[in-house]
């Protein structure tokens, strides 16, 4: 299971991912309006949220 939806995956930035306490902030997500991508939020207000991944997922990061 994942942490997190395809498209909020593909909007992170570095700066949404803490390595030192492994909280990734999920607050965008990217979708498809008709033919062109475009970001906004997640598609409900329990979207924005912070996960934790630990260490094994921070190791994946790195």
Do not use: F, N
Not at 6 to 24: H, K, P, Q, W
Not at 54 to 62: E, I, T
């Amino acid at each position: 299971m994942s942490m997190a939806r395809g498209g909020e995956i593909g909007a992170l930035t570095v700066g949404d991912i803490d390595l030192i306490t492994s909280a990734v902030d999920i607050s965008r997500a990217r979708t498809y309006a008709g033919r062109k991508l475009e970001l906004g939020k997640p598609t409900s207000r329990r979207g924005v949220r912070t996960a934790y991944t630990g260490p094994v997922g921070m190791g994946s990061v790195q």
